[in-house]
């Protein structure tokens, strides 16, 4: 139940395009779902992050869509650059920020220029 | 954001040998640090979660007196691997807390090999 799924394992895109990656959950008590990015050797950074009081949430080219009856979540990467190549990991946690994250997998995606 | 600074970022160890780690909050003081561990092309595992003064929660299935983790003030946590094998050879992750309960900031990672 503490389990986060993500898929696609891997996703190639072309520049300019729209990547999608997509979450699932079980634990109803999770209220805080962060999307991370991590460039190869390199630690996660907080990409952004959205609490089920809301459907939907956009900062820049990336959006969250979240959608609390189905337990599921997406990050939405709009214009898909070469830079946005990296792997990007859904999480969820219970309370206050940053406590118990539960990660899913991750997805590879790379962006071809 | 809040800068978590990771040292060193790679070693090598010889196997028998322990290796630490060091995980800072540079721009913030951070009552609690998780550790994580990372195999290549794999998710994030907590490993253990420790409060500035309090012994370390460590998650099921990771051995504390094998990683032991220190959080002795609020800018700085250790973890230890004792006597290391190649089978502990990974990514190894801390993240940082702040006071208030805001965002968890990671560390940008430490490759441990051993050898």
């Known amino acids: 139940q503490q389990q986060v799924k993500q898929s696609p394992q891997s996703l190639i895109v072309q520049k300019g395009g729209i990547s999608i990656i997509n979450c699932a959950y079980e634990?109803?008590?999770?209220?805080?779902f962060p999307w991370y990015q991590q460039f190869p050797g390199k630690g996660p950074a907080l990409l952004i992050a959205?609490?089920?009081?809301?459907s939907e949430k956009k900062e820049g080219r990336f959006t969250i869509s979240f959608n609390k009856s189905a337990k599921q979540f997406s990050l939405h990467i709009m214009d898909s650059q070469p830079g946005d190549s990296a792997t990007y990991f859904c999480?969820?946690?219970?309370?206050?920020?940053?406590?118990?994250?539960?990660f899913g997998p991750g997805t590879r995606l790379s962006v071809l220029p | 954001g809040a800068v978590v600074s990771q040292h060193p970022s790679r070693v090598i160890c010889k196997s028998g040998t322990s290796v630490k780690i060091e995980c800072r909050s540079l721009?913030?003081?951070?009552?609690?640090m998780f550790w994580y561990r990372q195999f290549p092309k794999q998710s994030l595992m907590l490993m253990a979660t420790?409060?500035?003064?309090?012994?370390?929660?460590?998650e099921q299935g990771v051995e504390k007196d094998k990683f032991l983790i220190n959080h002795a003030s609020l800018t700085l946590s250790t973890l230890t691997v004792t006597s290391a094998h190649p089978e502990d050879s990974s990514f190894y992750i801390c993240?940082?807390?702040?006071?208030?309960?805001?965002?968890?900031?990671f560390g940008q990672g430490t490759r441990l090999t051993v050898v």
């Open positions: 959205i609490r089920p009081d809301v």
């Open positions: 634990n109803t008590a999770f209220d805080y």
């Open positions: 420790s409060n500035e003064g309090s012994k370390a929660t460590y």
């Open positions: 721009d913030f003081q951070a009552t609690t």
């Open positions: 993240s940082a807390r702040a006071m208030r309960g805001t965002e968890a900031f």
């Open positions: 999480a969820a946690s219970i309370g206050n920020y940053g406590q118990n994250f539960v």
